[in-house]
């Protein structure tokens, strides 16, 4: 386990638990259940060495990033931002988790989360041509080559600690990483192991799936649904955590005064 503040981990712990007792209509956008379950697998994961050094981090750099308070934060919050956001597509595609592995250790699922999650605000993403072309070299490419090359978990690992932790795939996925790691020419292998999975599927299926990822205002409009529903949850999360901390600190009041 990391060597960070105790005190610290009671909170988040705690904040697990208060976020069960809040009131569903607190908002609409975020399904507290699911919050919970998300951050306590994150607080269960992200604090652990093994949890890194089964993708071949530097758990020592790690610890020492970790005893700090705001990274700490910054780790919690980052982790469940990207589990949320998955299990919102999940959600919205729940044959999605059934359709297997693009390869061994990586879940066609989770590369799907993370393109629509790449591919956030933009309007052309060309994955249609991209798949139809067969081509990872071709132009039609480009935009997606560009995405998945632009979070190199190679490069992570010669990078400032914070970006670790800022990556979707790190913390949804140790097993994708380790999957990367065995491909040679990694990002491009992944993008042309995605496509032939994606002809694996049924016709509707892709059409599902390239009302997620393609063109255009109605698939623009649904990534940035599901990504703002993931931002909603951390926010109440943090909102939960901070009435926490509100109240332990209240409580040590009270025993000062002796009530």
């Known amino acids: 386990m990391m060597k960070f503040a105790v005190k610290s981990l009671i909170t988040l712990v705690v904040t697990s638990s208060a976020l069960l007792l809040t009131p569903m209509k607190s908002d609409a956008q975020v399904n507290i259940n699911r919050l919970a379950q998300v951050a306590k697998s994150c607080q269960e994961d992200i604090f652990y060495s093994n949890y890194y050094k089964r993708m071949g981090f530097d758990t020592n750099r790690i610890n020492e990033y970790l005893k700090n308070s705001y990274n700490q934060e910054q780790a919690i919050t980052n982790c469940i931002y990207?589990?949320?956001?998955?299990?919102?597509?999940?959600?919205?595609?729940?044959?999605?988790?059934?359709?297997?592995?693009?390869?061994?250790?990586?879940?066609?699922?989770?590369?799907?989360s993370y393109l629509a999650n790449l591919f956030g605000d933009s309007y052309h993403t060309s994955i249609l041509d991209c798949i139809a072309n067969q081509d990872i070299s071709s132009e039609e490419c480009s935009f997606t080559r560009y995405k998945i090359n632009y979070v190199n978990l190679t490069l992570f690992r010669r990078s400032p600690i914070e970006y670790w932790d800022k990556s979707y795939i790190v913390n949804t996925c140790p097993s994708c990483v380790v999957a990367h790691d065995e491909v040679s020419g990694s990002q491009e292998e992944i993008l042309k192991a995605f496509i032939k999975w994606f002809f694996t599927l049924e016709k509707a299926q892709r059409r599902e799936l390239i009302s997620l990822l393609g063109d255009g205002d109605e698939a623009r409009e649904l990534r940035l649904?599901?990504?703002?529903?993931?931002?909603?949850?951390?926010?109440?999360?943090?909102?939960?955590?901070?009435?926490?901390?509100?109240?332990?600190?209240?409580?040590?009041?009270?025993?000062?005064?002796?009530?």
Request: net charge neutral.
């Open 225 to 259: 649904v599901i990504i703002g529903e993931a931002n909603a949850a951390v926010k109440k999360y943090l909102e939960v955590r901070q009435g926490v901390e509100e109240q332990e600190q209240e409580r040590r009041r009270q025993e000062v005064l002796g009530n």
């Open 82 to 112: 990207s589990r949320y956001h998955y299990s919102l597509v999940l959600t919205k595609y729940p044959w999605l988790s059934l359709t297997g592995e693009i390869l061994p250790g990586y879940p066609g699922s989770i590369f799907v």
